[in-house]
């Protein structure tokens, strides 16, 4: 039973659950930018980060992890972090729902391992040391210390993940042995940085502020998605979403190191790293992503330039206004970039029911 993989009706049931962990978050945000949302307590706006990172990203990173072991003692980890964000949400005791985040890294970790192990490429270990600092992040989560201190770590796991998956999709050009000692500088800047910032806010700050205009920088030179803008249809619209998610990367590197914990500043950096690089890589990989990963095709439409364009003005505006110490028009940021996860999913539905349809007529 353990050598067999789970088939991708079962991968969706596992992504609906971290699915469900990423509303409870998004619906957290809104109310601590002042809106009136339903929440069951005040768990998930106490809870925002943990619940949009270590629950939903981790249960979709653990299932892309997965899903490539083929085994289904394999998804021991995106469960754990799935159930973990859902038990975040509803209040559960902190240890239980913390616990299952922290088992559920550790799992992702292992396989990040193993792959390093069998394949020591530039991905592979980029990849390691982003699961690495999810579990410690996580660690710190359950420790008791407050988000602030888990966050270093969380946006160096999101970071470093994404930067090895470009890498391992082989849509960075070759890079020479130069090349490589600068990325592998950036990466344990960031890491470093990470790590002491839970102690030394001010030296992690600066140096994961150094960190991401490096890798920012890097991306740009190395990575094929500025060339892809000449293309068409799904390849210009992912690299549309990778240069400018390259381009908040640099800009959430120049406003961390003036950064201090919970002021405008430090919002809108993180909000540049976790909304404007993650979630606008996420979105256009998911083309890529969702057919092997759950068996749903989600064919290209021009529409999606509309939740793109959603994205990337909320946060504009909502960064903008942080800035302006404009806290209304920054809650209305937020509102809007809550309304483009919400396009996403319907237009991603719909693109998915649209090609079924298709497939159907054709056979």
């Not at 110490?325 to 809007?336: E, H």
Request: glycine share 14%; charged share 10%.
């Amino acid at each position: 039973m353990s050598g067999k993989d789970l088939p991708p009706s079962q991968r969706a049931v596992l992504m609906g659950a971290g699915g469900i962990a990423l509303v409870f978050g998004v619906l957290g945000g809104l109310w601590r930018a002042g809106w009136d949302v339903p929440l069951p307590g005040t768990q998930p706006a106490s809870f925002h980060g943990a619940l949009m990172v270590a629950a939903f990203f981790g249960t979709l990173i653990g299932l892309e992890h997965a899903a490539a072991a083929g085994r289904r003692l394999a998804y021991l980890g995106p469960a754990c972090a799935a159930l973990g964000g859902l038990g975040t949400a509803l209040g559960a005791p902190h240890p239980a729902s913390a616990g299952l985040l922290l088992a559920g890294s550790l799992v992702l970790a292992a396989l990040a391992f193993g792959n390093a192990r069998r394949d020591p490429m530039p991905h592979a270990l980029l990849m390691l040391t982003g699961a690495c600092l999810g579990v410690a992040g996580n660690a710190l989560w359950l420790a008791g210390l407050p988000a602030s201190a888990a966050t270093g770590p969380w946006l160096a796991f999101l970071v470093l993940t994404v930067v090895g998956e470009r890498f391992e999709l082989s849509h960075l050009r070759q890079p020479g042995g130069r090349a490589l000692a600068l990325l592998a500088a950036a990466a344990l800047l960031l890491a470093g940085g990470a790590l002491l910032a839970p102690w030394f806010w001010r030296a992690g700050a600066a140096a994961m502020g150094a960190a991401l205009l490096g890798l920012s920088l890097w991306l740009l030179v190395h990575d094929v998605a500025r060339r892809d803008l000449r293309h068409h249809r799904q390849a210009r619209f992912t690299a549309l979403c990778l240069v400018g998610g390259y381009l908040w990367l640099a800009a959430a590197g120049l406003m961390l190191p003036f950064a201090a914990v919970g002021d405008a500043t430090y919002g809108a950096a993180l909000h540049a790293v976790f909304l404007g690089f993650v979630v606008a890589a996420a979105i256009g990989h998911a083309g890529a992503i969702l057919p092997g990963l759950i068996g749903v095709d989600a064919p290209y439409s021009a529409w999606f330039y509309l939740h793109l364009g959603l994205l990337e003005a909320a946060l504009l505006l909502r960064v903008g206004a942080d800035l302006a110490g404009l806290p209304a028009w920054s809650a209305w940021g937020g509102m809007g970039s809550a309304a483009a996860l919400a396009l996403f999913a319907l237009l991603t539905a719909a693109g998915a029911r649209h090609g079924r349809r298709r497939r159907t007529r054709i056979a």
